[in-house]
DNA sequence: TTGTATGCGTTATCAC
DNA sequence: GTGATAACGCATACAA
């Protein structure tokens, strides 16, 4: 009878051997390479596989492996956070990594006092290792994961060595960009920035004190506005800084600096003759404003990618390096000429 | 209450059937709820369980039920996308509706003409079904996927019949939003849209469509642009658009109109006196505009939500509707009054 | 109600 | 080089 149906059946490595007239073992070894395995078997295992377009079953492999292939990436939910597209792009730059590995991307999200959908996942062994891509001055999840002994890595900086980082230098990025924005003239250079409890911002403010300190007029907290986060709260301090006699705002990232925009527009100020405006971090929310904004590039999708590939080498059991430090740009545009 | 110290042995169904002097079988039974079960037996073992802090292998439990209890939601990666919002809070919502159901989301990336990520995860079986977050006119993904019979839904509107969908109703909501704006007194309403590659701007358009062509002035060719994607085609429509005497522009989403934005501020046009702006898609992007846009508001998040319990269902063999249509507001702002 | 036996599809450890 | 066979941990049809 002949059989011109392709047979969806599943096929599974017993099918093979049957098929073949081999063990299991031999077939199995044929695949994985691994073992020792006659050329004419391995091909002749090969060139079946291929015709029957045989699919492996991966939960057997994890089952028999005590492995899943899969790597957990935590976003955080906390509504100002929601709408930053860093981390999508992140996102983006990790499955990319993890496909070139042949691993998967689980998600789970996490809000600041709330991890239990990280210990959830944990818990359930659904994946071989994880990348926190934010950091919190007092990280739960980061505390959490050091206990439990799986692989895991943050995106950010932290003075604990127990952590392995993947960064930009905020610290450093943000003294240069401020430092070069006084020496351009700037002799009140104000600081909008977001919740100090995000430990960006903390690196973010420590750059920009240092370059402040090192300057003629020195560090002035009137023009120093921390834990910005709502509109109200944005355009107190923007107001505060012109009445402080502000001729430049440094803002803390994207978000903040698009509201900031537009306050000062609002207040009939223009862009750089009545203030200048830089943002500590770039994204598309910036990119097509008139004028240009002077900002921090960072090459997001790249630190996905590394933070990815990273954390697939951890998990291989390759010695990575306790701190990788990816490179920016200072882009210097139109609002702070 | 003490913290018990976490106990690093694994332990299985074997070690708590043996330690309460029972059978695999029963202890499973007890755990799962399935099958008859003795009451004082069942409160035993939960009562052990929760002592050593038992965690089931979900990797066996997989194996042995051909299920993964993972979700595979599908983001596209072509670069005019990677940085929407939507799709970030999108998968915010699908992680809620999966946790809540005991469900993990598994995150992968196609390109329009690349969809070999996709297959791979389903080849790979690690998911129990897909969700499709973006529907193309010719959508490679949804062709491929309907052929292999796994569960899956997309997110958009499409005339096929064999797709289940969930959306919003862009049309409808479009000419709303559209014969509003006429209703106001704008004669000549442009419309600056993207790609005609995506579903949603298709329906935008004839929302769009429907509505001029029912008012006084009628459509009018000569200020629709479409597949509008670069800086500069944007501009070079916003400047077509005001030669052509357009009283009101409308933007397919937020990225067009936050460009737009910029392009009419750049000419010295206000807003809402020298021209009215509105936009089909809302966002953080024009949240904080001043003045405040007109826009469609959707609730993307419990898009995400309702699409992921509904995945959920369909896998569990419920009959769910082949189309489920979410609610939108007609945000009236200032920038068309 | 509970226990036994078997299957799920691999990988790994041995002999041969 | 190759082939039985035993894990891996759970679910389930069937027997008791």
Redesign the pocket.
């Known amino acids: 009878m002949k059989e011109n149906i392709p047979t969806k059946k ?5 099918d093979i ?1 049957r098929e073949l ?6 077939v ?5 390479g ?5 050329a ?3 091909a002749r295992v090969h060139q079946y596989v291929k015709d029957m377009d ?4 991966l ?3 994890s ?4 492995k899943t292939y899969n790597l957990g990436v935590i976003l955080p939910a906390d509504s100002d956070l929601a709408e930053k597209p860093f981390f999508q792009v992140f996102l983006l730059g990790a499955c990319e990594a993890a496909a070139a590995n042949d691993y998967d991307v689980v998600v789970t999200v996490v809000v600041e006092k709330d991890i239990s959908a990280l210990k959830r996942l944990v818990h359930n062994k659904k994946v071989d290792g994880i990348i926190l891509t934010r950091l919190l001055v007092h990280d739960l999840a980061a505390t959490y994961l050091k206990k439990t002994g799986i692989p895991f890595l943050v995106v950010g900086s932290s003075s604990d060595d127990a952590l392995v980082q993947i960064d930009t230098d905020h610290e450093t990025a943000c003294e240069k960009l401020t430092s070069l924005l006084i020496s351009m003239g700037n002799r009140k250079t104000a600081l909008i920035i977001g919740s100090d409890e995000h430990a960006v911002n903390v690196s973010r403010y420590r750059g920009y004190a240092m370059a402040t300190e090192g300057s003629a007029e020195g560090l002035d907290r009137r023009i120093i506005f921390q834990n910005i986060g709502t509109k109200t709260a944005m355009d107190k301090s923007v107001e505060a800084a012109i009445r402080e006699g502000a001729d430049c705002i440094l803002c803390g990232d994207d978000i903040i600096c698009s509201q900031v925009l537009s306050k000062l527009n609002n207040m009939g100020l223009s862009i750089p003759d009545g203030i200048r405006v830089a943002s500590f971090y770039d994204s598309a929310h910036l990119k097509y404003n008139n004028p240009p904004i002077t900002a921090l590039e960072i090459d997001v999708k790249e630190l996905g990618v590394v933070a990815g590939q990273s954390l697939i080498d951890m998990i291989s059991g390759k010695e990575i390096k306790k701190r990788t430090i990816l490179n920016y740009q200072i882009a210097l545009k139109r609002s702070t000429q």
């Open positions: 599943k096929i599974s490595l017993d051997a007239g081999l063990s299991k073992s031999t199995s070894r044929a695949l994985s691994k073992g020792r395995i006659g004419e078997t391995s045989y699919a492996p079953n939960i057997a492999r089952l028999a492996q005590s």
